[in-house]
């Protein structure tokens, strides 16, 4: 009974809503639904200017009432993820400065992390405020080994959740990869690492590196489906995008659309009324009440699934 009752408690508490924190931090409760949408017109221009009553969300088909909205800066914690494997040797100058410039358009309260990729992820920069030393990291990279990229990929969605509970702030999060190949090396599954990026709600933005030259032969143009099959579902259901620049020299253009889609994103926040802990995905979709406009944002969440337990 005693164990019946704690569980309860812990449920009671779970439902709490967002609060503001004395310091003027935006907090969130555990139940609250965190989405960002990026909003389009029909010549693939951000739509700004747009308020909390021009977007309507639907979970599972039913609409929710949005509790958090934002149109201005949400703080960001932004992931670079650097293919740096033996087949980087010859890039590894431009890859760099690509970043580096990247990393350096980040705005004030954003954090960033850096993560070098070869036989496994290693950690080059710990999530912080600290540009600079950011960039001092990705200088500092070199490149060997093979590519563990689907680890690298999962440990670094888990650990960013793990750092977002532990905050309770709401932030945004995304993750920039960069890769020239396949993942070689790794434990985790495509499948598994997809499953994992569903439920996180981190938007993951993939650049894969194409070779320019035609691919031959049945094996290798099915082996190379399959990674830009893996790419483009990564971005997709996370609500980002997907790049296959043919040339190295393309990456420093392809970071600056993706830092003009986090500056353009709209932050929004509902509680479920859906009540059910079933452990299920649920879908989401996104309208905005303006003609001739997109929305992208995640494609759903999964629940958790909570198991109460009798001391009989």
Same mark, same amino acid.
């Given at each position: ?18 609060? !503001?924190? $004395? ?6 409760? #555990? ?10 017109? $029909? ?5 700004? &200017? ?75 920069? %710990?999530?912080?405020?600290? #540009?600079?030393? *950011? ?6 990279? $070199?490149?060997?080994? @093979?590519? *563990? ?19 309770? %702030? ?6 920039? !990869? ?22 996180? @709600? ?49 990456? *420093? @253009?392809?970071? $600056? ?11 929004? &926040? ?9 452990? *299920?995905?649920?879908?989401? !979709? ?13 494609? &759903? ?12």
């Amino acid at each position: 009974m005693k164990v019946l009752v704690a569980a309860l408690i812990c449920l009671l508490c779970g439902a709490q809503m967002r609060i !503001l924190a $004395s310091d003027g931090t935006f907090r969130s409760g #555990v139940d609250l639904v965190s989405l960002n949408v990026i909003v389009t017109d $029909s010549r693939d221009r951000f739509v700004t &200017g747009l308020s909390q009553q021009d977007f309507s969300v639907f979970e599972d088909g039913i609409q929710q009432n949005v509790s958090f909205f934002a149109a201005t800066h949400v703080p960001l914690d932004l992931a670079i993820l650097l293919d740096t494997s033996s087949s980087m040797s010859d890039k590894m100058a431009t890859v760099q400065q690509a970043a580096i410039g990247f990393a350096s358009q980040l705005q004030a309260a954003d954090r960033v992390t850096v993560v070098g990729i070869k036989d496994s992820a290693r950690t080059l920069h %710990e999530l912080d405020g600290d #540009v600079q030393g *950011a960039c001092e990291a990705i200088r500092r990279s $070199s490149a060997s080994g @093979g590519t *563990a990229l689907y680890n690298a990929l999962y440990t670094t969605i888990k650990q960013m959740q793990k750092l977002h509970t532990a905050d309770g %702030e709401i932030r945004r999060q995304a993750i920039a !990869l960069f890769t020239d190949g396949d993942d070689t090396t790794s434990l985790v599954t495509f499948d598994d690492l997809l499953v994992l990026a569903k439920q996180a @709600g981190i938007a993951i933005y993939t650049i894969a590196l194409k070779s320019p030259f035609p691919q031959f032969g049945l094996t290798s143009q099915k082996y190379f489906s399959e990674s830009e099959f893996a790419m483009k579902s990564l971005a997709q259901e996370t609500g980002a995008r997907s790049f296959f620049p043919t040339d190295i020299s393309q990456l *420093a @253009g392809v970071y $600056s659309l993706i830092t003009q889609e986090l500056s353009n994103q709209y932050a929004l &926040g509902y509680t479920s009324t859906n009540p059910r802990q079933d452990g *299920a995905f649920r879908r989401i !979709l996104v309208r905005v009440d303006e003609p001739n406009v997109r929305t992208r944002t995640r494609s &759903g969440y999964q629940v958790a699934k909570t198991q109460l337990t009798l001391n009989r």
